[in-house]
């Protein structure tokens, strides 16, 4: 079992940046691959960004790209969202999730541990 508690979340204006982080329990935690999604009031949870197991590879939503990065420390049991220039429209709870599977990084139903989530706001 993981178990994940992101942090870094914050009230910000447009155009600032932000990291969220993710520490997950575990000493398993570099077989799983990791995602970030969001949600934000009255709308479905959303995909961010992915990485895979050792971190090669990340994949994000197009909203996102460009602007947002994931990374993660397979020694400290960390995952990352190093969000820029930052929109109105990031505004959300994200969560950080894990999985065993790591394929379809945009599904939740592919994640099997989620995190409580950590807000962002951004005011413009």
């Known amino acids: 079992q993981v178990q994940l508690v992101e942090s870094g979340g914050g009230l910000v204006q447009v155009g600032d940046s932000l990291r969220l982080s993710c520490a997950a329990s575990?000493?398993?935690?570099?077989?799983?691959?990791m995602g970030w999604f969001r949600q934000a009031p009255g709308k479905e949870r959303e995909f961010v960004a992915g990485?895979?197991?050792?971190?090669?590879?990340?994949y994000y939503v197009d909203s996102v790209k460009g602007r947002f990065n994931i990374s993660r420390d397979n020694v400290n049991n960390m995952v990352y969202l190093q969000m820029n220039s930052l929109k109105s429209e990031d505004t959300a709870v994200y969560y950080c999730?894990?999985?065993?599977?790591?394929?379809?990084?945009?599904?939740?139903?592919?994640?099997?541990?989620w995190g409580q989530g950590t807000q962002v706001t951004v005011s413009s």
């Open positions: 575990g000493r398993t935690f570099s077989s799983y691959a």
């Open positions: 999730a894990s999985s065993l599977l790591g394929g379809r990084y945009y599904l939740p139903a592919e994640y099997e541990f």
């Open positions: 990485i895979s197991r050792r971190g090669i590879a990340d």
